[in-house]
């Protein structure tokens, strides 16, 4: 079974402070990706990445960053967490075949509460 | 671009019922679709997905879908809903590069006993 495992369910954090969140698959997944999740927007794109070092911006990066150092493991960075940054977090992992999508396993979400 | 749209945000439906979600699509080419459910507190799990051949696919737990290029519409049924199968549902189409999805807002249901 595919398994991504994120570091925190539950995380309270104050403004301005710089938020890492951790993310880790273990079935040797080249892609990997950061959602966040909010009701009635679905899940929004923050960014992905193909491969080590690599990495694309999704369709809200603002205010993000993330590193990719190994394959298994993807980090969100929040430099200065702000109050609109409270959400819940996903992250996913799939494999990368160029002709075709292959399925996104995902984690269990952290929620991260900015006060 | 692409994007999704699940008109109903949240659906109640009684238990033994037959279950509808709508999801439209917008995208230029061929999509690929998914259908996923997310249970209270649990992450994201692919229910099916539409990539070529019978637009009619078959998915687990009871569920299925029906692509119709027609009116650009993937929607999931289930012939009799159980309790268990209360959970908001995400309807995802694919087709840039990259393996990128692009979620709808998410259906929730809720089932009366």
């Known amino acids: 079974d595919v398994k991504v495992t994120q570091s925190s369910r539950y995380l309270v954090k104050r403004t301005g402070e710089k938020v890492f969140l951790e993310c880790v698959q273990d079935?040797?997944?080249?892609?990997m990706f950061w959602y966040r999740q909010d009701p009635g927007l679905g899940l929004r794109l923050i960014y992905f990445?193909?491969?080590?070092?690599?990495?694309e911006k999704g369709d809200i990066p603002e205010g993000y960053s993330v590193s990719r150092e190994k394959k298994e493991r993807f980090s969100l960075i929040l430099e200065s967490a702000s109050t609109n940054q409270t959400s819940m977090y996903l992250c996913?992992?799939?494999?990368?075949?160029?002709?075709?999508?292959?399925?996104?396993?995902f984690g269990p979400g952290t929620r991260l509460t900015v006060l | 671009a692409q994007s999704v749209t699940q008109p109903d945000i949240h659906i109640t439906v009684s238990e033994g019922a037959s279950l509808e979600l709508r999801c439209n699509y917008s995208?230029?080419?061929?999509?690929?679709l998914f259908w996923y459910v997310q249970s209270p507190g649990q992450g994201l799990q692919l229910l099916l997905k539409?990539?070529?051949?019978?637009?009619l696919v078959q998915g687990i737990k009871g569920f299925e879908a029906e692509f119709k290029r027609s009116q650009s519409s993937f929607n999931l049924r289930k012939p009799s809903v159980h309790w268990s199968d209360a959970a908001e549902y995400f309807c995802?189409?694919?087709?840039?590069?990259?393996?990128?999805?692009?979620f709808g807002g998410g259906t929730r249901v809720l089932v009366k006993p």
């Open positions: 995802a189409v694919g087709g840039a590069a990259g393996n990128k999805l692009t």
């Open positions: 990445s193909y491969d080590v070092k690599m990495k």
């Open positions: 995208y230029g080419a061929t999509p690929y």
């Open positions: 539409y990539f070529s051949g019978d637009t």
């Open positions: 079935m040797d997944h080249e892609n």
């Open positions: 996913a992992s799939s494999l990368f075949t160029s002709a075709t999508y292959n399925e996104q396993f």
